[in-house]
């Protein structure tokens, strides 16, 4: 069975980091790529960023609001991905999802499984 | 960034009942538009693709259509477990993929 499970969120003062973790199981890590979500409270969903699997180079897209703050990274020997975010704001308080992604042909990328989240609150 | 707007925010039917969610693209995506389901308190779950392409393990009685801008989920027939807020997202744009503000289908 396909899992992920996300850990490391919890209360953060603003202008301080988090890196929450992303631990896949039940599939070939290597294989695959890794997304990144987060959802407001009582919000719609927000598109993080990726970290695309190494036969498609291994490389990371980000949101563009959140550019130069946030840094995906991804140890297949471990089965893990990591979101780093940085000077946290107040705004940045959400569950932060992560995802099994992969390419498919003329439909983009498809995150097809995700983690149960991982709630962020950034507070003084 | 592509701006995708949902219709309506939210509705209330009954068991049984058609439903039918809207959403559109404010430049053409091709097909590249899948739609999840959330219930309160969990992560998404995948139902479809590529606008009309049913994930596998997804009940027949959802359906997607469109092309271009405009798109639909329906479900043909209510049942109490499909009570939940849908959310449609494009994949058009590797770079910037983005979400309508999602419909809440809740009890008549």
């Known amino acids: 069975e396909v899992q992920l499970l996300e850990s490391g969120g919890g209360l953060v003062k603003p202008g301080r980091s988090v890196r929450l973790s992303c631990t896949g199981s039940?599939?070939?890590?290597?294989?695959?790529?890794v997304s990144w979500f987060r959802q407001a409270p009582g919000k719609g969903l927000e598109w993080v960023g990726i970290?695309?699997?190494?036969?498609?180079?291994?490389?990371?897209e980000y949101a563009a609001s959140l550019r130069g703050r946030v840094s995906i990274v991804k140890d297949d020997s471990k089965g893990v991905a990591y979101l780093q975010m940085n000077s946290l704001k107040t705004e940045d308080t959400a569950v932060y999802y992560c995802?099994?992604?992969?390419?498919?042909?003329?439909?983009?990328?498809?995150?097809?499984?995700w983690g149960q989240g991982t709630l962020v609150t950034v507070s003084s | 960034d592509i701006q995708m707007t949902q219709s309506p925010s939210s509705l209330s039917a009954s068991v049984g009942d058609r439903v039918t969610i809207s959403c559109r693209a404010n430049?053409?995506?091709?097909?590249?538009l899948i739609w999840y389901q959330q219930k309160p308190g969990k992560a998404p779950k995948f139902l479809i693709y590529?606008?009309?392409t049913l994930q596998s393990g997804v009940p027949s009685r959802f359906s997607g259509s469109g092309f271009g801008t405009d798109f639909t989920l329906t479900i043909s027939s209510l049942q109490p477990e499909d009570f939940a807020t849908y959310y449609c997202?494009?994949?058009?744009?590797?770079?910037?993929?983005?979400f309508g503000g999602g419909t809440k289908v809740d009890i008549k």
């Open positions: 039940g599939f070939t890590f290597f294989d695959y790529a």
């Open positions: 590529a606008a009309s």
């Open positions: 970290i695309r699997s190494r036969p498609y180079g291994g490389t990371t």
């Open positions: 995802s099994r992604s992969y390419y498919h042909d003329n439909t983009g990328y498809l995150s097809d499984h």
């Open positions: 997202q494009q994949s058009f744009s590797t770079l910037a993929p983005t």
């Open positions: 430049q053409s995506i091709n097909n590249y």
